[in-house]
């Protein structure tokens, strides 16, 4: 059994020996009970602002269909997030209190997977009087900001620098994480939209910077392509690659050769990357980093499969030069390193021992320390450090790997739909952080697209919410249920090509996982308010998702509200 509820809930059953006809206790002036929707914490902690609960009831129920259009409507890549979020969401479960988290990226990827392609196209609003926005970029960011800007009715111009949409969805996850033909799915529906993309236009060079000051408005996130350098003597060497570079050989079916024993240098999501893909070209493979494992910024998931396939970590290492040696090797000399105290990022800072110095050889030298945006096109008032400052404009907007924000898929979805809805704003004069704060799901700040459209209906913004905390949960009617292990490739065939080594859910395990969810702050039609109510007030048909109090005969004790166990029930006096 998992922790107490601080909240418990003592169970009545309800008798009656008599007609409860005889009288009418709702006429007595008691507290009500009225549904009431609060923001779930897995919710409030996804950047992109799904609504987590309700998909996750569709699955349950079988309703894949209206699972995938309630995360369209906050998300516009749930294949590609099903597979390489690292799902900040599981971490803020309330489940995980209890035994574990849901599985929540696994079943936004099969919700993504298991619906007909033909089911989810999703049309824009009529607009009469729209924009034309050009967004330059056509990585997560770009494309979340076309897909809502297309949804609210406005034209959309897209100019890719590559030939190919995707960004580092395209040409920085390998196959094995993340399959073309998922990555090619969600594009197809992004693209049924009416959205007009120009590839091969790179801003600055194929299309004039000025040109983009013809567009209304215009959203730049040119993505950081660029390999941050490692600064040391040697690194220009022969068979010194640039992680990025080599990834995109990868994605590209170019002939890459490695050869016997690899070094990968650092410590996230593109070291495991490369690792795992080094791996596959037939190298031993050894990650340097210059922290511990515990610092490490991959997603902690990537780094576990990387060890089960044979990786090796060095930790507390920093490389300090690179030699060319007479058998043609590389000699990589590495500083060791301790930590000390904590960086602005709140990780330990690692400084040098004095004189502790070791020497690894290797064939190659694959180098992931951190990747560049190119700023070379954009005039130098709106480059702040190594970043885009459009803070003196209201007409541009920024997003992704190019202003201060994490860098991870979710985060940029979630700045292209803040741009698509600002930019809305800003063409109906409206001021947009008075909305954004009212559009906010849960006290993390997710941005609703579903309560912009409502609000903008209604003319009131008003989604902010509490998030339900576990305390607020019964936990007294859930039993204890461990996550449902994934389906993977077995190791010995995993290194023999680059096909997917996840294998998700099976739609019977995606429904029983489904029912995992407490439902946090959302009903899903239990029937408990109705089981313990004791003058039989309450009517609930699940099948047409619908509550009826009967207020004449309600007492008002309350006892259906603390029967619910997911605080989705609320008592407020009659007079409210």
């Known amino acids: 059994m998992g922790k107490e509820s601080r909240n418990s809930f003592e169970p009545v059953i309800p008798i009656s020996y008599g007609s409860t006809e005889i009288s009418e206790p709702g006429k007595w002036g008691f507290p009500q009970p009225y549904q009431r929707e609060l923001t779930a914490s897995c919710q409030a902690s996804c950047p992109a602002g799904i609504d987590i609960p309700r998909f996750i009831h569709q699955v349950q129920n079988g309703d894949y269909v209206q699972a995938l259009d309630t995360i369209l ?9 099903g597979r390489a979020c690292y799902h900040p969401c599981e971490d803020g479960c309330n489940r995980a209190q209890f035994d574990e988290s ?33 967004v330059v970029g056509a990585g997560p960011a770009g494309l979340s900001c076309a897909y809502f800007l297309s949804l609210l009715g406005h034209r959309v111009t897209i100019f890719e620098a590559r030939q190919e949409p995707g960004g580092v969805m395209r040409w920085g996850i390998p196959e094995y994480r993340l399959p073309k033909a998922v990555l090619k799915k969600d594009l197809q529906r992004i693209f049924a939209l009416p959205i007009e993309i120009k590839t091969g236009s790179r801003i600055g060079k194929d299309v004039a910077y000025r040109k983009l000051h013809t567009f209304d408005a215009m959203f730049l996130s040119p993505g950081a392509g660029i390999s941050s350098p ?5 690194e220009t060497s022969r068979h010194v690659l640039k992680g990025i570079n080599f990834l995109e050989h990868i994605n590209s079916s170019d002939p890459v050769k490695l050869g016997k024993e690899t070094i990968v240098i650092g410590g996230g999501n593109t070291a495991m990357d490369v690792a795992r893909s080094a791996l596959r070209l037939g190298s031993k493979v050894t990650v340097a980093y210059r922290r511990t494992r515990h610092e490490m910024p991959a997603i902690p998931d990537e780094i576990a499969e990387a060890e089960e396939e044979g990786v090796r970590f060095s930790f507390l290492i920093q490389p300090v030069k690179i030699k060319l040696t007479a058998k043609k090797r590389l000699a990589v000399t590495f500083q060791r390193m301790q930590l000390s105290s904590a960086d602005q990022g709140g990780r330990p800072t690692a400084v040098p021992i004095k004189g502790k110095y070791v020497t690894v050889e290797a064939d190659d030298v694959i180098t992931a320390v951190g990747e560049l945006v190119d700023l070379s096109w954009i ?26 924000q994490p860098r991870s898929l979710a985060a940029a979805i979630a700045s292209g739909k803040k741009a698509a809805i600002s930019m809305d704003l800003f063409h109906r004069g409206e001021d947009n952080s008075e909305v954004l704060r ?20 209604e003319g009131a913004w008003s989604d902010k919410r509490p998030d339900v905390s576990y305390e607020q949960i019964k936990t007294l009617f859930f039993e204890a249920a461990k996550r449902l292990p994934i389906r993977k490739i077995s190791g010995d065939k995993r290194l023999k090509g680059f096909f997917e080594v996840n294998l998700g859910y099976d739609a019977g395990k995606a429904e029983a996982s489904a029912a995992r969810c407490f439902s946090c702050g959302i009903c899903n039609y239990c029937n408990n308010c109705n089981f313990f109510c004791p003058e039989g007030a309450i009517a609930v048909d699940p099948d047409r998702r619908i509550r009826i ?4 005969y309600c007492k008002g004790c309350g006892t259906c509200a603390q029967a619910c166990p997911r605080s989705a029930l609320d008592m407020r006096d009659q007079a409210s």
């Open 73 to 81: 409507k906050e998300s516009p890549l749930p294949g590609v997030c």
């Open 102 to 134: 849901v599985s929540i990226h696994l079943l936004e990827r099969f919700a993504a997977d298991a619906a007909p392609d033909q089911a989810h196209l999703i049309h824009p609003l009529s607009n009469s009087n729209p924009m034309k926005v050009a």
């Open 230 to 234: 490692l600064s040391i003597k040697g």
């Open 379 to 404: 005039p130098r008032k709106m480059v702040k450090g190594s970043l885009i400052d459009v803070s003196y404009t209201p007409k541009i907007f920024a997003g992704g790997d190019a202003v201060a």
């Open 438 to 457: 009212g559009i906010e799901r849960g006290n993390k700040g997710s941005l609703s697209m579903e309560a912009y459209l409502q609000g903008r209906s």
């Open 549 to 552: 109090v009967n207020y004449n």
